[in-house]
């Protein structure tokens, strides 16, 4: 196998995004026929790199060679030109359109009049269906497919481009286990056709079952290339964590009070889904003046959880929860607002600032009423509040009346963060923080958190970076696929113990 | 930025709302200048109040348009609803007059106070409609003042009808309202609706701009999601929004009634609603929500109007033949120019591709035959008409040419 040339080499790419570097310098030979498995943890670089492959990112530095023949594609369609095909995490249909018009979408058969020829369509994409063991109808809408079966459509899709280059993103993370073991099957096929898959996962018994070799990405830099057979789990696992942990450490001699908040047995309910639940039996409990980490990976219900005891879930959560000993069901964040609860969404731009609006307005929205009387605002006292916090939190301005989009992500964050300290909070849930935020602020991020803590309140923290709750919490939670399925003591917690119990296999039902 | 750390300073007065006070000057005293007659500046008095009459009826229905716009939502409706609410007022006077009095001579107090009141709270019904549609039933806005815009016209006839023949034995399509008291709104007509337009403008300014609950509409239009993350109740801004709207277009309504002295469900204020939402967006409401002025939106107003009666001026031709293609043009160079200082600054092209290709044409043909249309006024030209059309539609025809092929070497450059 070594003395075949790769299909794809991957020579010294780098893809920078404002203020972050994806992707730094990185090379990856793949041989033709191989299953190469690609790891690191959220934000390694690894959905960065499949898009530079996959066309979507047409501009980054580095060279790529296709079956010796450097290339370099401008668009998805040079790439399936090239005959490379991606089944992205989040699926591409038209859900209004059949599956055999998804598969055809863009390349449609036609008559020799030049109408489309859907019956021509329909069969062939019957035939490639059957052979990926899905024995849906080619005339079914895609929208009203299972998600493992709407997969099936983009596989088959890219067997109709007769793609000999398959980039699979994550594909079991929506998949029952029946369809896990046919998406195995299908692989297995489609190996046997000489077809060389990329597959990008963080489960470690997924990857030691199917690959043949495995690529470990860290903070956008190649860590290692192994052979499957000469490694294992733990040492992967360490390869795609092992970093220097950073010096700082803001917990010493901080002591838990009361307890704040108690949650015994919350669900979330996920109509439509394969799983069935966002969230499965939590439980946990946030004492005064401790920070509280959860960790989990993408997809493992973090965000879902601080929705539930912030009241603004999609569906109604069942369970208890428990706010200073009385039991609460928040319908409307007002509620989780008035009762003393703040959250910092994680998704900043959507779910947080107000672009339209300057920094004063976006600090002082929670609190108004309490600045004038009867529905008024006296802008004075909204001025003074707002200037007390952002000195407060040494937020970096132009002065409360610059544009709000102005600012660094780091003091945008402090801005929210803000927000909520103004309604005198008993409980901050912090949603990951510290996203797209630099390492300065990072640190000054850490030290406000040290300080509310130590003021009584309680704090919810969750992140995708393992060094930062190591470094922040009292404690710390792991989530994998909606269920709890560690609890560490500061101290007890390593990232290694804290990624086995995030990529846990699904439990065994 | 002006305003120094740690201190939230007014905000600047924008670009929009100058160039827009600039653009009102320009036209009234271009107007006066080229106008032969100079109506502007010989009769000030009197252009002024039919300027005034049409700026402050439509100038209502724009506040809230606005405010419905700047929370993020629409109301199409509101020309139905001035149908609707003159039709309830009138309908009320006419249970409280007399059978054998069909002209409404004998409404009393109490009757003309219901009639109001009833037209007025008609809009409130229709706001709280929109709002249940919109929020509880979560049809886009567009869809539920849409249905609304179609179907309250027609109801308001159909209870016309109905009333009418119960009443006085005989189905009317309109109501002749010859009330002493709409008499005597009609005779001061200009400065009453002017009034309750200044009126309405403050008030709705001070919502705007100095309530809680203002500043939770522009959170609402300008990022639903994290207003809701606030705690702030959206449902209810919405709720408020458009019963604002819908009540506008009642006050509106109760106006339009008295001024024409007739309550027609058919034909009152068709595409009113249109003309509103215009002049907001004229006046700087995005309808991407969020952003918006009263000031604007008055001074949109304005603008709309007076460059509709200039051109009726210059014209010499009733407003009405002008006024849908006056607004089509006001609002689309408005939006134009806010997207010309992006446009330019991304490096964007004004005529991409085959599509920009075939948009040439289409420009040059309306500025050729819009050419010739308004040279039928000017001695100059008579006889030359269709010369100078083909003439400016060729030129015009020429300079987009150049701009794309200017943007075309400007991009094989790059």
Redesign the interface.
């Known amino acids: 196998m070594d003395r075949l040339p790769p299909i794809i080499a991957i020579q010294s790419i780098a893809k920078a995004f404002p203020g972050v570097q994806a992707l730094a310098g990185v090379s990856i030979d793949v041989l033709p026929g191989e299953l190469h498995a690609i790891c690191g943890e959220n934000g390694a670089g690894k959905s960065t790199l499949m898009k530079i492959l996959s066309g979507v990112i047409a501009d980054y530095q580095g060279e790529m060679r296709l079956a010796g023949r450097p290339v370099r594609f401008r668009g998805t369609r040079d790439a399936e030109a090239a005959g490379i095909s991606i089944i992205h995490q989040e699926l591409n249909l038209v859900e209004q359109l059949s599956a055999a018009a998804n598969i055809f979408l863009g390349r449609e058969i036609r008559t020799w009049l030049g109408f489309r020829d859907d019956r021509a369509m329909d069969e062939a994409a019957g035939r490639l269906l059957r052979e990926l063991e899905c024995d849906i109808s080619p005339r079914t809408l895609a929208g009203s497919l299972r998600i493992g079966d709407q997969q099936l459509i983009e596989i088959a899709k890219a067997l109709s481009l007769q793609s000999d280059i398959l980039i699979m993103d994550e594909p079991t993370s929506a998949l029952t286990d029946a369809e896990v073991s046919r998406l195995y099957r299908v692989i297995e096929r489609l190996r046997k056709r000489g077809v060389t898959i990329l597959y990008i996962s963080h489960k470690m018994d997924e990857v030691f079952h199917l690959s043949d070799r495995i690529t470990i990405l860290r903070d956008g830099k190649l860590v290692k290339t192994l052979v499957a057979k000469e490694t294992n789990p733990r040492e992967v696992t360490h390869l795609m964590v092992g970093r220097e942990i950073e010096a700082l450490d803001f917990g010493r001699e901080r002591t838990a009070g009361e307890v704040l908040l108690r949650v015994e047995n919350l669900s979330l309910p996920w109509p439509g889904h394969a799983r069935g639940w966002r969230l499965k039996d939590v439980s946990l409990e946030l004492r005064r003046g401790e920070v509280l980490g959860i960790a989990g990976l993408m997809g493992a219900g973090r965000t879902e959880l601080l929705e539930c005891l912030?009241g603004?879930a999609s569906e109604r959560p069942t369970g208890r929860i428990e706010l200073l000993g009385r039991p609460v069901a928040f319908r409307?964040?007002?509620e989780?607002?008035?009762a003393g609860i703040g959250?910092v969404?994680e998704d900043r731009k959507?779910?947080?600032?107000?672009?339209?609006?300057?920094?004063?307005?976006n600090i002082s929205?929670?609190t108004?009423?309490e600045t004038?009387q009867a529905?008024?605002?006296s802008?004075r006292r909204?001025?003074n509040m707002?200037?007390a916090t952002?000195?407060r939190l040494a937020v970096k301005?132009?002065?409360?009346?610059?544009p709000i989009t102005?600012l660094s992500g780091g003091n945008q964050q402090k801005c929210i963060i803000g927000?909520w300290l103004q309604t005198k909070p008993q409980v901050l849930l912090l949603d990951y923080p510290t996203r797209g935020v630099d390492v300065g602020a990072k640190a000054e991020l850490y030290r406000l958190i040290d300080g509310l803590v130590r003021d009584g309140i309680g704090v919810i923290l969750t992140s995708s970076e393992l060094p930062e709750l190591l470094t922040v919490c009292d404690r710390i939670l792991v989530l994998a696929e909606g269920r709890l399925t560690a609890n560490f003591a500061r101290g007890e917690a390593t990232e290694q113990k804290i990624m086995e119990a995030a990529t846990q296999a699904r439990p065994v039902l | 930025?002006?305003?120094?750390?740690?201190?939230?300073?007014p905000?600047s007065i924008p670009f929009q709302e100058l160039a827009l006070v600039a653009a009102i000057v320009l036209v009234f005293v271009l107007t006066g200048v080229v106008d032969r007659n100079h109506t502007y500046f010989t009769s000030f008095q009197e252009s002024a109040i039919i300027v005034l009459r049409n700026t402050s009826l439509l100038g209502i229905i724009a506040l809230g348009a606005a405010v419905v716009i700047i929370a993020g939502g629409i109301d199409l409706s509101a020309g139905s609803m001035v149908a609707f609410s003159a039709t309830t007022c009138a309908l009320i006077l006419v249970l409280f007059a007399d059978p054998a009095d069909r002209r409404l001579l004998s409404v009393g107090a109490l009757g003309v106070f219901c009639g109001i009141s009833g037209g007025v709270l008609a809009g409130f019904l229709v706001g709280t409609l929109h709002a249940w549609l919109v929020t509880s039933i979560k049809l886009p806005p567009f869809v539920a003042t849409l249905a609304t815009l179609v179907g309250l016209r027609s109801f308001a006839r159909a209870m016309c009808e109905f009333i009418t023949r119960e009443r006085w034995g005989s189905a009317a399509q309109q109501i002749n309202i010859n009330t002493p008291f709409f008499r005597m709104l009609k005779e001061h007509g200009v400065w009453i609706s002017t009034g309750i337009f200044l009126l309405l403008a403050v008030a709705t300014w001070l919502v705007l701009s100095?309530?809680?609950?203002g500043?939770?509409i522009?959170?609402l239009g300008?990022?639903e999601?994290?207003?809701?993350?606030?705690?702030?109740?959206t449902e209810n801004i919405k709720w408020f929004a458009y019963c604002f709207g819908a009540m506008t277009a009642s006050i509106a309504g109760i106006i339009l009634m008295a001024d024409g002295s007739v309550a027609q469900p058919v034909n009152l204020a068709r595409g009113y609603e249109l003309n509103a939402i215009a002049a907001a967006v004229v006046g700087g409401c995005s309808l991407q929500g969020?952003?918006g002025t009263v000031l604007g939106t008055v001074l949109g107003t304005l603008f709309l109007r007076l460059v509709i009666d200039a051109v009726s001026k210059l014209i010499k031709s009733n407003a009405d033949v002008y006024e849908g293609m006056i607004v089509g043009i006001v609002v689309a160079l408005a939006v134009t120019l806010t997207q010309v200082r992006q446009l330019t600054r991304s490096g964007g092209e004004f005529f991409p591709g085959i599509r920009g290709l075939a948009a040439i044409p289409t420009l040059a043909i309306a500025a050729g035959l819009l050419a010739m249309m308004s040279s039928a006024n000017v001695e100059l030209l008579k006889g030359r008409m269709v010369l100078f059309g083909v003439g400016v539609g060729i030129v015009t025809l020429l300079v987009l040419s150049a701009v794309k092929l200017l943007e075309t070497q400007r991009r094989q450059t790059r």
């Not at chain 1, 959507?350 to 307005?361: H, I, K, Q, Y």
């Not at chain 1, 301005?397 to 610059?402: D, E, M």
């Not at chain 2, 999601?225 to 109740?233: E, F, P, V, Y």
């Open positions: 912030f603004a409307h964040p007002r989780a607002r008035d959250l969404t959507r779910l947080g600032l107000f672009a339209a609006m300057n920094v004063g307005e929205i929670c108004l009423r004038g529905g008024f605002i802008r909204e001025r707002a200037a952002a000195e301005s132009a002065g409360l009346a610059a102005s927000r | 930025m002006t305003a120094t750390p740690g201190q939230g300073g905000r100095r309530t809680v609950l500043r939770h522009y959170a300008g990022n999601q994290a207003a809701r993350l606030s705690g702030i109740r969020g952003v």
